[in-house]
T-cell receptor
Framework: GAVVSQHPSRVICKSGTSVKIECRSL??????MFWYRQFPKQSLMLMAT?????????EQGVEKDKFLINHASLTLSTLTVTSAHPEDSSFYIC????????????FGQGTRLTVV | GENVEQHPSTLSVQEGDSAVIKCTYS??????FPWYKQELGKGPQLIID?????GEKKDQRIAVTLNKTAKHFSLHITETQPEDSAVYFC????????????FGKGTKLSVKP
């Protein structure tokens, strides 16, 4: 089956620093990747959609200069949280979709970010 | 904006009983409705999905029903087992994009042995 891998699974960083999260599709080419954020005991909220080779589309209220998304290849997308603050602590989850918008997207295992 | 409502937020059943979780959605253009199981500290795992041209789908102990007119869809788990305990999320596609999902708030299911 389709496998999406996120790295790291958990990370702790100091306030003010930046942290990068990778999302890889291991056995298929992902034309589109989605980044979600999930606060404790809450639902998943879409942050942005990225297509390979294009700029990401951000959801309303998500700061594009704070959450930098790069989708430079068909198997890798990265999310960089810049100048992290404690309120950015959350569970970040990516999903990857091959083909067109009518195909299923597969989720990664998530990255737990803690900003201290 | 688009919204998905999910009920109940918590559900406790005895092992062997059935569990039903219900969702409603607002986007008339939604055509894909997946259900996910999420265990603590892990990403969501797809357990079943249904498309708008189908009214019901079943996979062993799990079934999903969809009423497009009423914008309702439900998850049914029969013969529940302790390992079914987890948080379950329903979702609806935003328009026709199966990857762009609006999630419900989740249901914490506890199955007591």
């Amino acid at each position: 089956g389709a496998v999406v891998s996120q790295h790291p699974s958990r990370v702790i960083c100091k306030s003010g620093t930046s942290v990068k999260i990778e999302c890889r599709s291991l056995d298929f080419q992902a034309t589109t990747m989605f980044w979600y954020r999930q606060f404790p005991k809450q639902s998943l909220m879409l942050m942005a959609t990225s297509n390979e080779g294009s700029k990401a589309t951000y959801e309303q209220g998500v700061e594009k200069d704070k959450f930098l998304i790069n989708h430079a290849s068909l198997t890798l997308s990265t999310l960089t949280v810049t100048s992290a603050h404690p309120e950015d602590s959350s569970f970040y989850i990516c999903s990857a979709q091959s083909g067109d918008r009518h195909t299923e997207a597969f989720f990664g295992q998530g990255t737990r970010l803690t900003v201290v | 904006g688009e919204n998905v409502e999910q009920h109940p937020s918590t559900l406790s059943v005895q092992e062997g009983d059935s569990a039903v979780i219900k969702c409603t959605y607002s986007d008339s253009a939604s055509n894909y409705f997946p259900w996910y199981k999420q265990e603590l500290g892990k990403g969501p795992q797809l357990i079943i999905d249904i498309r708008s041209n189908v009214g019901e789908k079943k996979d062993q102990r799990i079934a999903v029903t969809l009423n497009k007119t009423a914008k309702h869809f439900s998850l049914h788990i029969t013969e529940t087992q302790p390992e079914d305990s987890a948080v379950y999320f329903c979702a609806a596609s935003r328009g026709g994009s199966q990857g762009n999902l609006i999630f419900g708030k989740g249901t914490k299911l506890s199955v007591k042995p």
